[in-house]
C-alpha cells in the first residue's frame, strides 16, 4: 500500500526528520577497516499524543539486536549498518511493523548526537512479530510491494488535480528516494541517544 511509503514521509516533515542533503549524509565513502558493533537489546523510541489531544499519534522506531558493521562515512561520522532488515517502524498501536534496512550513525565529533537511520526502498516487510522475521528476510514476493492509490485516497490528497497525477507525483519522489539515508528524529529526553551511545566498537 502506498500509504507506507506516505507514513515516513509525512512523519518527517510533521516531526523534522533530517534530510539527505545534510553534510552527515553528503560524500560518503565506503569505511577505510572494519568496525562492528553488538547491540543486545532493540533501541527503539515512541512518540504519542497525550490523552487530551485531537489527534491520537502513535509512532515506534527502532533497530533490532544484532550485529551491524561500519559500511560507510564521512568526516562527521559512520553509519553502522544491520543484517538483514533490522529497522523497525509502526505507525500505529495497532498496526503491523514494518521492517527496513538500517542502522545507527555515530559522529565523530564528541558534541554531536548518534542517530538511527533506515534506507529508503519500496520492497517492503511487514509483520507483527519482528523478533523471528528481522534479520531473516530480505526480499519480498512483488505482491507485497505497495500499490497504487485508490481513487478515494487520490481525491483526499490531490483534490482536483486527480488520481493519475498523484499517482505519478508519489512515484517520482518515491524513485528519486531510493538508496538514500533517512534519519530518525531526536525528540526531547530521548533516551536512545545515552544508548547509542554507549556503544562499544570492535575494530
Known amino acids: 500500500m502506498k500509504n507506507f511509503i506516505i507514513l515516513p514521509i509525512a512523519t518527517c516533515l510533521t516531526l523534522g526528520c533530517t534530510s539527505t542533503s545534510t553534510p552527515e549524509n553528503q560524500n560518503l565513502s565506503d569505511v577505510a577497516f572494519v568496525k562492528k558493533a553488538t547491540l543486545t537489546e532493540a533501541v527503539s523510541k515512541v512518540i504519542k499524543s497525550k490523552p487530551s489531544a485531537i489527534f491520537d499519534i502513535y509512532v515506534e522506531w527502532g533497530i533490532m539486536p544484532g550485529v551491524y558493521l561500519a559500511d560507510k562515512e564521512n568526516e562527521y561520522g559512520t553509519f553502522y549498518l544491520g543484517a538483514g532488515r533490522s529497522f523497525f ?22 558534541n554531536d548526537t548518534p542517530k538511527i537511520f533506515y534506507i529508503f ?71 536512545t541517544v545515552e544508548k547509542l551511545k554507549s556503544i562499544n566498537i570492535d575494530y
Open 89 to 110: 517502524e509502526k505507525g500505529g498501536k495497532d498496526s503491523p511493523y514494518r521492517l527496513r534496512k538500517g542502522g545507527f550513525w555515530l559522529p565523530k565529533g564528541k
Open 121 to 191: 526502498e519500496t520492497e517492503n516487510v511487514v509483520t507483527y512479530n519482528i523478533d523471528t522475521t528481522a534479520l531473516t528476510i530480505n526480499n519480498v514476493n512483488n505482491q507485497n510491494n505497495p500499490g497504487k492509490f485508490s481513487a478515494t485516497k487520490a481525491q483526499l490528497v490531490g483534490g482536483a488535480i486527480g488520481m493519475g497525477i498523484v499517482n505519478a507525483i508519489i512515484d517520482a519522489e518515491t524513485e528519486s528516494m531510493k538508496g538514500k539515508r533517512f534519519f530518525i528524529p531526536n525528540v526531547e529526553n530521548d533516551s
